[in-house]
């Protein structure tokens, strides 16, 4: 009876070998990923004032080392987190962590970078200690964990420095934060599967951390209905473009929302490490590619009359092809099953090359105001859905016969 109480108030972390493939997600991953739209928005807002390609290139940099610390913190908990008070604390951390570095994001557009630098080595530490102890209570993970410890303190030292540089040093610092701590599961992915076939098991990503993808990617394409929304109340006389514009502005964000999801619903990546691993990194820059189209949505509901901007044509476009792409490559990577297949099949091949006509937009931009660059838009990713439900359907309705 003691030894419960214990785990309860400040037990060790879970064992790997007792991890559930199907649980409910908590509330308190739920309230966790919350904290993350807050930097999210950030990210948005600087994007849309400064619509250019550095502000994007430096923008994907510093997503990218806060999606890290998401994904680090999701998969600690799915792995090895528990309902004692030991994990609440540390969430409670990190969420104050997140939010440090949200305030912290315009200051950084601005030069000063210290404050971001100590916010996010805070994230930083508190990932690596939750790692490294899982190797200190269950010595038989430390093969794996150890990849992570050594790179992930590295990182943090470098962070460290980052504060005493000025320039392009730091960005180049941050670009080797970034690498460090993306490698480690490529690093470790042999010793991951030799250990596992030891013990006669394949290592599949559960059905809950794929969940826990899926509602991260629902509040980043929140910011497209946020931009949305947010444009058009900015306008004080609504006339029927504008209400038009918003029609078409809600229809993108809800055909990709259907793409994603009709694309990607299986809730369990195919057997193997590698898989798993493929499903983190194709989100970079799929949830990225959000972001930009989030930004420009807002930019381009700014003067609905105007012709669009040829910068920001050019980034929205490259950024929905981009998403495309992502959710082709996904889709290939998680189980399905027949009724999956009869979508699947017929749009992946579609949503290569609706991706391609996406990137040749672009070039009739000297002819398109924003109603009718959304209604273009809004129609070529209106056919890959409308013949994924069609074929879908009709499996339906003849394997019901």
């Avoid at 806060?66 to 309902?83: A, R």
Wanted: aromatic share 14%; with cysteine.
């Amino acid at each position: 009876m003691k030894k419960i109480t214990s785990n309860l108030w400040w037990g060790p972390p879970e064992n790997f070998a007792d991890r559930k493939n199907e649980r409910k997600i908590s509330w308190l991953e739920l309230f966790y990923d919350l904290v993350y739209a807050a930097a999210i928005d950030q990210l948005t807002q600087h994007l849309a004032a400064n619509p250019t390609w550095s502000a994007l290139a430096y923008s994907f940099l510093l997503f990218s080392l806060i999606f890290w610390s998401w994904v680090n913190g999701s998969q600690y908990y799915d792995l090895h987190g528990s309902e004692g008070i030991r994990t609440r604390v540390f969430t409670f951390l990190q969420m104050l962590s997140v939010a440090a570095v949200a305030i912290s994001l315009p200051a950084v557009f601005e030069g000063r970078h210290q404050g971001f630098a100590v916010c996010f080595a805070a994230i930083q530490i508190l990932i690596t200690y939750l790692w490294w102890s899982v190797g200190f209570f269950d010595p038989s993970h430390r093969v794996f964990s150890k990849f992570y410890t050594t790179n992930y303190l590295i990182a943090f030292l470098l962070l460290i420095v980052s504060l005493f540089v000025q320039g392009q040093l730091v960005t180049i610092i941050w670009c080797i934060v970034l690498l460090l701590n993306l490698t480690p599961p490529l690093t470790a992915a042999k010793t991951v599967a030799r250990e596992l076939k030891k013990i006669g098991q394949v290592f599949t990503a559960s059905a809950t951390i794929v969940e826990r993808f899926g509602l991260f990617t629902i509040i980043v394409l929140a910011e497209c209905i946020l931009s949305t929304v947010t444009g058009i109340s900015g306008i004080s006389e609504k006339d029927a473009a504008t209400w038009i514009a918003l029609l078409l502005a809600i229809m993108i964000s809800f055909l990709i929302w259907s793409l994603y999801f009709d694309m990607t619903s299986e809730q369990e990546t195919k057997l193997g490490y590698g898989y798993m691993e493929w499903m983190i990194f194709l989100h970079f820059p799929l949830l990225a590619s959000l972001v930009v189209v989030g930004a420009c949505m807002k930019v381009l509901l700014n003067d609905l009359e105007q012709k669009v901007p040829t910068s920001v044509l050019w980034m929205f476009c490259v950024a929905l092809s981009t998403l495309l792409f992502m959710i082709v490559g996904i889709s290939r990577i998680m189980k399905e099953d027949e009724e999956d297949r009869s979508y699947i099949k017929p749009v992946s091949r579609l949503l290569v090359v609706t991706g391609l006509i996406i990137l040749f937009i672009p070039f009739l931009g000297g002819y398109l105001n924003t109603v009718w660059f959304l209604g273009l838009i809004s129609v070529v990713l209106l056919i890959p859905v409308f013949v994924g439900v069609r074929s879908w359907v009709r499996y339906k309705f003849f394997s019901e016969r």
